[in-house]
């Protein structure tokens, strides 16, 4: 079965085909950074504006690097919820207006959804069940993950996701936007234990982050000593580092002994920030949990993993909507109480 994938939820418009699930045949990213870069953040207006440019040379990428035509697709699966609401619209217009014209099947599909289940496109990939620690710009979230379609939340952030904590930090030092990697590349020669920041919500019984705390102290640092250059930036981006992949490990691990759970899975954008996956290693290794790092490039946004998460919904029998519309606010999963 081949699914198109569209992707326009955040500043990524993005087009792949995917055969039966597992297999990319094409991956088209077009990214947005340079215009939202000056801004500091993604601008929700211009993201829109320039989806609809994007979209459709996107789409004729991704079929003509898979080497298919609409016609030999079986279906079409685009990114619902949640992200931004205009930039959802463009990808979801499009995706109609292509299944009314082709008469191929349309399904919604769950950004978060997507991210769990971008693994599949690795070979060696786990099945569920497993935790799945979804972590990005406007995400941070822990999922125990029964089987496709079957989710339940085990924690999440009270306040800043994690990727948008290292975009506001990094910005506080004068990085630039994304600052995700920016902060992992200085932290590299950094000493972690340089600056002691605070962890949040510390108590066992309790599953859910807060970063927001962090980011002050960050802010109350750079106030009292001036944005840091040369090794004292090396440290304190080592040390901030260290508390978001200390929280954020912390609590998978003692996520998966609440469930049970054998196999840990990172997935989102900060699921690339390399000692949060040394880290997470580590941890699972001495709690006798099978960890699995997917791949960096399926960290990040693309379409290959709407498609992915299209042909499960497609296998689950899940009727095609033509009244599909935009949830920027859609959760995935229900909650499991939690402290
Ligand atoms: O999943 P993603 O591409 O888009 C969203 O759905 O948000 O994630 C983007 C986020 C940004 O906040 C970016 O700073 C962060 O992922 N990120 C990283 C790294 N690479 C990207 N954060 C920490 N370390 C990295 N190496
Ligand atoms: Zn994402």
């Not at 619902?80 to 191929?104: C, D, F, I």
Request: charged letters at 20%; a neutral charge; glycine letters at 12%.
């Amino acid at each position: 079965m081949l699914v198109l994938g569209i992707e326009t939820s955040c500043d990524e418009t993005a087009a792949a085909v995917v055969k039966d699930g597992r297999v990319a045949l094409s991956d088209v990213v077009s990214t947005q950074m340079d215009i939202h870069r000056r801004w500091g953040g993604v601008v929700p207006e211009l993201a829109s504006r320039n989806h609809v440019l994007q979209v459709m040379p996107v789409i004729d990428e991704a079929l003509s690097r898979a080497n298919v035509t609409l016609s030999q697709l079986d279906g079409l699966a685009v990114t619902s919820g949640p992200g931004l609401q205009g930039a959802l619209l463009v990808g979801l217009q499009v995706a109609k207006a292509l299944s009314m014209a082709t008469g191929l099947p349309l399904v919604g599909v769950n950004h978060l959804e997507g991210h769990l289940l971008a693994i599949r496109l690795a070979p060696d990939a786990p099945e569920p069940p497993f935790l799945g620690l979804c972590v990005s710009g406007g995400h941070t979230t822990l999922y125990d993950v029964k089987a496709f379609g079957s989710y339940a939340r085990l924690g999440t952030t009270r306040d800043d996701a994690a990727g948008e904590a290292f975009d506001k930090v990094a910005r506080l030092l004068g990085l630039p936007y994304p600052g995700g990697l920016p902060i992992d590349t200085h932290a590299q020669t950094g000493d972690r234990a340089a600056i002691k920041f605070p962890r949040a919500l510390r108590g066992d019984d309790v599953l859910d982050w807060s970063f927001s705390g962090l980011k002050t102290s960050v802010l109350t640092h750079v106030q009292t000593h001036g944005v840091p250059t040369g090794q004292a930036l090396n440290d304190l981006c080592a040390s901030f580092q260290e508390a978001v992949a200390d929280a954020l490990t912390k609590k998978m691990i003692l996520g998966a002994k609440k469930v049970g759970a054998k196999t840990l899975v990172l997935c989102g954008g900060v699921a690339a920030n390399s000692r949060l996956r040394s880290l997470a290693e580590e941890r699972g290794a001495d709690a006798g949990l099978n960890v699995y790092l997917p791949p960096k490039r399926l960290c990040t946004d693309n379409g290959a993993m709407i498609a992915v998460a299209g042909y499960e919904t497609f296998r689950r029998g899940v009727a095609p909507g033509s009244f599909l519309t935009a949830d920027a606010t859609w959760r995935l999963g229900g909650a499991v109480a939690n402290g």
